[in-house]
């Protein structure tokens, strides 16, 4: 009921609108990734390699201080313990082996803040292919520790110097590369957006962490369904890993949290489902910021993860039917919630990841719930921010 239908959409998100040049690329890809991610050996291949060079499974751990202060039984989905520090690499391990199978021996991506451009250099350095990212020249200068990241790792980063030189111009310079060199490139894409069949594909290779969070509740309750899963969604990918195997079971609750920037009407926001409209973004019907003549807004949140226009098809659908609740959280909530999970729990998230945890103060729950809470990243990237606000939020 929630999966994709054969023409690419979600209810009636979705789809492939792209422009012709760009239609034989997409269309390969199209007719041979179902058939090639569902052979023996690549699925044999991908598993080790998540195992062995990613670290999975990631652990489901209950957090007993937390739990205490909710008064509700809350597990947390470790992905901040992947390989890169977050769980997209699960989508560019699986991305690689794809291309190695249509024979592309180069790879192009695009990247905002630099976490998916470093997981795309961290795969082709592991397959040694030549690894082109593209990234906006002021991100550029705001990312520069992943900027060094991908360049450590062989990849060639290269400026988009147009429009606002941010993640979209970004990912106008790499499907212009991609249609110039539709014979041996690939195009890794970094969340469940962009054209059919790149949703679906990135939500079946993140979708581990469900297959994961099923097997290790029901050793750790007896139960493999808890009350309420959270996730945050920048594009979306972590969180449809998170709800993937859950998506018909209609007892587990779905929470999407998305950023709020400084708040939702204050023209400086993320808030996609809240203020965003139908409308076709990188490929795809979906919901997204964009003013009355269909220009996108330019998005805002503190956390670089967050701050896209858009969200994936999946969670357009989900949100509007109903089957997920999406959540609005703030720059000072999510620094809050930050700070509060360091100090409760030891563990300091990605700033992207905080926003899941700080919907634990907007949500209705019942006493005793079972939830999980998906910790998509780590925070190692994210100090420079929270130590500009020690002061504020140093307290017990
Ligand atoms: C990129 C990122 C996100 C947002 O991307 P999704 O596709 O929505 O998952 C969330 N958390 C972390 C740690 C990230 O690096």
């Not at 490139?185 to 994961?212: D, L, N, R, W």
């Not at 996108?296 to 659908?317: F, K, T």
């Not at 103060?361 to 020690?390: C, H, I, P, W």
Request: aromatic share 8%; hydrophobic share 35%; with cysteine.
């Amino acid at each position: 009921m929630y999966k994709v239908d054969d023409r690419g959409y979600y209810g009636k998100f979705g789809g492939a609108y792209i422009p012709e040049l760009l239609h034989p690329c997409v269309e390969e890809l199209r007719r041979n990734y179902e058939k090639i991610i569902s052979q023996k050996d690549f699925q044999k291949e991908f598993e080790q390699l998540l195992a062995d060079y990613v670290g999975r499974p990631t652990p489901l751990y209950f957090a007993k201080r937390f739990s205490d202060h909710y008064q509700a039984n809350i597990y947390f989905k470790r992905e901040d313990l992947c390989h890169t520090g977050a769980h997209k690499v699960n989508n560019t391990i699986g991305q690689i082996l794809l291309a190695q199978r249509l024979g592309k021996k180069r790879i192009i991506a695009e990247t905002g803040a630099g976490q998916h451009g470093v997981a795309t250099a961290t795969v082709c350095a592991l397959m040694g292919v030549d690894c082109i990212v593209y990234m906006g020249e002021k991100d550029i200068e705001r990312q520069a520790p992943n900027v060094k990241r991908m360049k450590m790792l062989g990849a060639e980063v290269r400026p988009a110097l147009s429009g606002s030189k941010t993640l979209k111009d970004a990912t106008n310079e790499a499907i212009r590369d991609w249609i110039n060199n539709p014979d041996n490139t690939h195009y890794i894409i970094g969340s469940v957006v962009g054209p059919h069949p790149y949703p679906e594909m990135v939500a079946k290779f993140q979708s581990v962490i469900s297959k994961e969070i099923k097997k290790q509740l029901l050793e750790k309750t007896g139960n493999e369904n808890p009350d309420i899963i959270v996730a945050c969604v920048g594009g979306g990918s972590n969180a449809a890993g998170a709800f993937y195997h859950y998506l018909n079971e209609e007892n587990t609750r779905l929470v999407a949290v998305e950023a709020a920037g400084l708040g939702i009407h204050s023209g400086e926001t993320a808030a996609t489902s809240v203020i965003g409209s139908e409308g076709i973004i990188h490929g795809s019907r979906t919901l997204l910021m964009q003013t009355s003549d269909g220009q996108i807004v330019e998005p805002y949140s503190i956390s670089a993860g967050l701050d896209y226009p858009g969200i994936g098809p999946l969670h357009a659908h989900l949100i509007s039917s109903g089957r997920a609740e999406a959540i609005s959280v703030t720059d000072e909530e999510a620094l809050r919630a930050a700070y509060f999970l360091s100090r409760k729990e030891g563990i300091i998230p990605a700033l992207e990841s905080a926003h899941a945890f700080a919907a634990m103060e907007q949500m209705d729950y019942e006493k005793g719930d079972t939830v999980v809470l998906n910790l998509s990243g780590r925070g190692d990237k994210d100090l420079a921010t929270y130590s500009k606000y020690f002061e504020k939020f140093n307290e017990k």
